[in-house]
């Protein structure tokens, strides 16, 4: 077959590819039978469409193979031998669904496609890499009618008294209308709008039954485009009142059956009064034969379906720490600096506006420039790694009427200002965020030009980014319309039962699998909180901000506290340790929306890292995967103080700082490990991720004391990880370091590495989940590197000494020159703790200097793992090179066939110098970073 040989093999058992062979013979021998050929491939195509399904159905594997031997079976040319292979291969067939595609196109020609391969160049950027079963469900939702949304997400930060809630006013025409009294934000304040075709905002509660009209009209215009999506014996589009057509038997995913025409019905007679039913009632009543035709009454003058949702943060530094939740690459952001206040000038900050979240103690206005312009780089998701990055930052000015000057000289300070905070990324890629156009304001002046300008600025930058225009299912406007009212009406949680019942009372209620999906979605986006966890699937915030809220009762003063817990109130405020007596009173002293949900706060905190509950000895049996030995695990249980047994940390509330850290971090008398070092690469590590992983730690181990107080400080944790060994964890800047000692007085001690190394994991793995809320896999392994202090350093320093640790895997030693003497340090004695496993596959490679080939290449694409994106940065291809073959439709099907076609790449580019050698240590540097 001319095409036989763009069929992938890889990952494809030896004796089924041998099996398909003989089948494809067999076909080739019947040909000119007609009758017999028909029948042949009537039976594999049928197992063929079913194996790929999620809920198959085994009669028809068993009916279908039954059929076979029955009909054609031990015949001519089915031989004994013969008939057994083709057995063979129909159940490899049904277990195997790489065997399915395989044998379909190599022997009939025949690609099995599902409905996500042939929808997925309409998908949104963010959604092509879903798994398989949500890419199919995404698909057949897409295929059934989509619409172009066309949102605006406008995140306003800056410090506190900036300015940034008086912008906001001058923005939105209601707020300026109503001439509000300006007070400064204390949480997150979240305003939804809709565009004017004059460019004003309106605020969404006056316009939102025009709006979602305009969306049912836009979706209705692309459905008489597309005549062959319409019920050609009906007047009304299919989209709404007509089930859609019975699915295609190759499809890869099991779809519900649509509601009946009758039941639909039936939704709508319920719903008939309902103000939003009547418009839809009204615009689909009758299908107007061009799309000319169609006409809504829609009060002028709404700019159809665009929606801008304002986000005014809240400027005090205690609330940084939870500014992951909301930060993306879907957003346009205005940051603002008061142009009164010198880049160096210290900030004075109060109990009530919070602490730098250990980041300095003496924090100056261009340190907050940095974090919020170094959080947008790291939150504007993995296109920032290629290059392929589009402005998104508009730089604000505020307080001119305080400066000093005419207008003119008031912009070239402006500009001067920004150019000097700037200087501060020169050679980075966060400037490439910047946009060029910067602004100055008076917000005591509303009807000033320039709000308007930065309105139009706004939509301009929206207009060029991927997400516009994207498109969506527009049966998941009723859904999305749905929760829109639940909202309106002050709910700002719900149970999952109560989400299902608005689904089930749609015109068009979608699948369960459907509303995971769009649930999931809307989480990604930042409109809802959503995770489908055990513990929290059950529940849909719809109000994120109302997290922030929640946040806020944990660390704002409490009036009228109960004299009876003055103790446990003092231990909170000391050492961040929240007992039930004191979660209780700051639940009744909370709001009713927040106090009436008290009984999910605690799962909310804790899976999002800002709450912790320590271990109880009992479960201190559990290790967690890093394999230590029973007994001694049993001996740590013993030593652990039974009198802490129901309380919360709260890390972010951590103020004290430590003693002498170097008692800590270097501490005499004891067996240490080098020290560990995790490096942000972009220089920038947001402080919330250390206090996330001190709230990790919590729950694995138990926490070390000393004089009886817990050794918990502001930057640095100690715990007990086995009866003498002992965890440190402490940070500063962009470095997370981490160090084990042992006070074991055994004369031959030694590390045990595989706890080391299930440490160094459990580490590792919990940064990459928190990079990866803002970071989409496999791009996450991107942010981190893994360093090794000098071991004969005496006292361990910060960002000295320091060794990339794959440099080992190229290099049997480096040199140090952060000690008094320079000297060398060898792979052995870096490694020997915290890589040991690494290390002894690093031993013996010099076998292995010859020239690689393409067997080698099959093999280790076989073998490689999660680390296959890193394996071909370490190869020496760019992200974006790695990126644009990742989007062939082969590669991204099998992650095999990617890996194997970057190595060619490599092996093509490298020539003599891609030996097997460098091959080998090249994917040891990649599993050691990640």
């Given at each position: ?10 990952g ?19 040909s ?54 083709i ?5 490899l ?23 996500a ?43 506190y ?50 709006k ?45 059956p ?26 689909f009543?009758k ?15 709404v700019?159809?379906g ?52 250990g ?23 993995y ?7 589009k ?37 980075t ?11 100055l304001?008076n917000?005591?002046t ?39 009212k639940?909202r ?11 989400v ?17 999906l ?20 059950h529940?849909?915030?719809l109000a ?33 340790i ?35 509950k ?27 103080n ?6 919360h ?8 700082p ?44 138990p ?20 009866a003498t ?13 981490a ?32 990079v ?23 006292e ?7 060794f ?17 003497e ?6 052995e ?6 890589y ?34 890193m394996?071909?940065i ?15 439709k ?41």
């Amino acid at each position: 077959m001319d095409d036989q040989d763009e069929i992938s093999t890889l990952g494809i058992d030896p004796e089924a590819l041998e099996s398909a062979r003989v089948l494809q013979s067999v076909a080739k021998e019947i040909s000119n039978d007609e009758e017999k050929t028909s029948q042949l491939r009537l039976i594999v195509e049928t197992i063929a469409n079913e194996s790929i399904l999620e809920e198959r159905d085994y009669l028809v594997l068993t009916g279908k193979t039954r059929e076979f031997v029955n009909s054609l079976g031990f015949t001519s040319p089915f031989s004994v031998s013969k008939t057994k292979d083709i057995i063979n291969i129909l159940l490899l067939m049904w277990n195997h669904t790489n065997v399915t595609r395989y044998v379909m196109k190599s022997v009939y020609n025949v690609n099995i496609a599902s409905t996500a391969d042939e929808m997925i160049d309409q998908f949104p950027s963010d959604l092509k890499q879903l798994d398989a079963e949500s890419a199919e469900i995404f698909a057949k939702a897409l295929k059934d009618g989509s619409e172009n949304v066309r949102n605006i997400r406008l995140m306003v930060v800056g410090m506190y008294g900036v300015g940034k809630t008086s912008l906001v006013k001058n923005l939105i025409k209601d707020l300026r209308d109503e001439n509000l009294k300006i007070e400064s934000t204390e949480v997150i304040e979240l305003r939804r709008c809709q565009l004017m075709e004059n460019g004003d905002w309106c605020l969404d509660k006056y316009q939102k039954e025009a709006k979602y009209k305009c969306r049912y009209q836009d979706a209705l215009k692309k459905v008489i485009e597309q005549p062959t999506s319409m019920d050609e014996s009906s007047n009304v589009p299919s989209i709404l009142d007509a089930p859609p057509a019975e699915p295609e038997v190759n499809d890869s995913v099991p779809v519900q059956p649509t509601p009946p025409l009758e039941e639909i019905k039936k939704h709508v007679v319920e719903r008939k009064d309902d103000e939003e039913m009547k418009g839809i009632i009204n615009l689909f009543a009758k299908a107007p034969e061009t799309s000319e035709d169609i006409t809504i009454n829609i009060p002028a003058p709404v700019e159809t379906g665009i929606t801008v949702s304002v986000w005014d943060f809240a400027g005090q530094t205690l609330y940084y720490s939870t500014h992951q939740f909301f930060l993306n690459k879907r957003s346009i952001y205005l940051v603002l600096m008061d142009m009164t206040k010198k880049l160096d000038e210290c900030i004075q900050e109060d109990e009530t506006s919070g602490i730098w979240c250990g980041l300095s103690e003496e924090c100056k206005y261009l340190d907050v420039f940095k974090f919020w312009l170094n959080a947008i780089h790291m939150y504007s998701g993995y296109r920032s790694m290629t290059g392929n990055i589009k402005p998104t930052v508009i730089l604000v000015g505020t307080h001119k009427d305080k400066m000093e000057g005419s207008d003119e000289e008031k912009e070239v300070k402006k500009d001067k200002y920004f150019e000097k905070a700037l200087q501060a990324f020169r050679g980075t890629k966060i400037l490439r965020h910047i946009h060029r156009k910067k602004y100055l304001v008076n917000n005591l002046t509303s009807d000033d030009p320039v709000f308007k300008q930065i309105r139009k600025e706004i939509r301009r930058l929206a207009e060029k980014q991927e997400f516009w225009n994207e498109n969506y299912p527009v049966r998941w406007i009723q859904m999305e319309q749905s929760l829109d009212k639940l909202r309106d009406s002050g709910k700002q949680l719900l149970q999952r039962n109560e989400v299902n019942a608005e689904n089930q009372s749609n015109v068009h209620p979608v699948i369960e699998k459907e509303l995971d999906l769009f649930l999931d979605i809307q989480h990604r986006h930042g409109n809802i909180l959503y995770f489908n966890t055990d513990q929290l699937k059950h529940l849909v915030v719809l109000a994120p901000q109302w997290i922030i809220e929640v946040f806020k009762c944990f660390i704002s003063h409490i009036k009228n506290k109960d004299p009876q817990l003055s103790v446990q109130w003092s231990e909170y405020k000391k050492n961040a340790i929240l007992k039930p007596e004191i979660f209780s009173e700051i639940m009744d002293n909370a709001p009713p929306n927040i106090e009436e949900n008290r009984q999910h706060i605690m799962m909310y905190m804790e899976q999002l890292d800002v709450m912790a509950k320590p271990l109880k000895p009992e479960e201190c049996k559990e290790i967690d995967a890093l394999e230590e030995p029973e007994q001694e695990t049993s001996d740590a249980a013993e030593e652990l103080n039974v009198n802490f047994l129901d309380f919360h940390i709260v890390p972010c509330r951590l103020k004290n700082p430590p003693p002498p850290i170097v008692q800590f971090t270097s501490p005499e008398n004891c067996k240490k490990t080098p020290v560990l070092c995790f490096v942000f690469i972009d220089n920038f590590m947001p402080p919330s991720f250390f206090y996330r992983l001190v709230a990790v730690c919590i729950r694995t181990w138990p926490i070390s004391q000393q004089k009886g107080k817990n050794l918990l400080y502001n930057g640095l944790a100690v715990f007990e990880i086995r009866a003498t060994y002992r965890l440190t964890i402490w940070y500063k800047d962009h470095i997370i370091y981490a160090r084990i000692s042992s006070c074991s007085k055994e004369p031959l001690f030694e590390f045990d590495f595989k706890l080391c190394h299930g440490v160094r994991r459990k580490l590792r793995h919990s940064l990459e989940n928190f990079v990866a809320q803002s970071l989409e896999n496999p791009w996450t392994a991107r942010k981190l590197d893994e360093n090794i202090q000098c071991p004969y350093m005496k006292e361990s320093s910060y960002n000295a000494g320091m060794f990339r640790v794959k440099d080992f895997v190229y290099n049997r030693e480096l040199s140090c020159t952060a000690c008094p003497e320079q000297h060398a340090v060898g792979r052995e004695e870096a490694m020997k703790d915290w890589y040991k496993e690494a290390l002894d596959r690093m031993q013996n490679d010099d076998d292995l200097n010859r020239p690689v080939e393409e067997s080698d290449l099959t093999k280790a694409a076989k073998m490689v793992g999660k680390e296959y994106w890193m394996l071909g940065i370490e190869l020496g291809l760019t992200d974006a090179e790695m990126e644009q073959l990742n989007n062939e439709k082969e590669c991204k099907k099998n992650r095999s066939t990617f890996v194997f076609r970057y190595m060619v790449m490599w092996k093509d580019k490298e020539g003599k110098t891609a030996t097997l050698q460098n091959l080998q240590k090249a994917m040891q540097a990649a599993i050691l970073n990640h």
